[in-house]
């Protein structure tokens, strides 16, 4: 299959032109990517992390992670759209998928599996699971990218926080680390990366996070680091 190369600056215009028609309203994000083939066979699952009567962290201001979580991947769904791959949503509202529990102990283990089985029955999958950071200590911030241990898992997290140190998060010195204990990422088969997108005990972060132009800048960065990765593989 030819693959055609384009420099970053104009294929994110493209991309940025796009959604400034429908409004999006994004500035032009400096990231050199390769454009993926025109015949993609990849399925980007979206996971927005919790939903329902498990609401994640609770930012400086009230806010549940499992709000945030669900307007990021709602925007970075409809980019995957306009770049043309095929996506599958775990949850597009503030729900639980759960199939069976009585306590919310029950249900969260449930509500895990259930991910777990979309994930591996999906073909040709690659999972973005999307979250928000919360810590004791408010001054700590930035966007931070663990993986699976499967494979190209580590090769795309490496590039996802390369973008995202360089674009969103100039100065940061944080790395991508390969996750510990979490159940999704150590039951799934497919190539996965789990996004920690900032801190919301961080004041000033969670004010960038709940703004919808930071929001779309944000999935620009994904969606294009993501493109640039499939088109290598």
């Not at 995202?164 to 390969?178: A, D, E, I, Q, Y």
Request: glycine fraction near 8%; aromatic fraction near 6%.
């Amino acid at each position: 299959m030819i693959k055609r190369k384009l420099w970053g600056l104009l294929y994110i215009l493209i991309v940025l032109g796009t959604l400034a028609a429908a409004e999006w309203g994004c500035r032009t994000v400096s990231v050199m990517v390769e454009a993926a083939p025109l015949k993609r066979g990849n399925c980007i699952i979206i996971d927005a992390g919790h939903g329902g009567e498990d609401g994640g962290a609770t930012s400086c201001r009230g806010i549940l992670e499992s709000t945030y979580n669900l307007e990021i991947s709602l925007r970075l769904n409809d980019l995957f759209h306009l770049l043309g791959y095929d996506t599958r949503m775990i949850r597009t509202t503030d729900t639980s998928i759960y199939t069976k529990g009585e306590t919310i102990a029950q249900k969260k283990i449930s509500d895990l599996k259930e991910r777990v089985r979309i994930v591996n029955k999906t073909e040709n999958a690659l999972l973005l699971s999307i979250h928000q950071n919360n810590f004791t200590d408010s001054r700590y911030s930035g966007a931070q990218v663990f993986y699976a241990g499967t494979e190209g898992s580590a090769q795309l997290a490496k590039l996802l926080q390369e973008r995202l140190v360089s674009t969103l998060n100039p100065g940061s010195n944080r790395k991508c680390k390969k996750s510990d204990g979490v159940y999704l990422m150590e039951h799934i088969d497919c190539t996965g990366v789990l996004i920690e997108c900032g801190f919301l005990s961080n004041a000033e972060e969670e004010a960038k996070l709940s703004c919808s132009t930071y929001q779309k800048k944000l999935c620009c960065v994904i969606a294009a680091t993501v493109s640039q990765y499939l088109s290598n593989t």
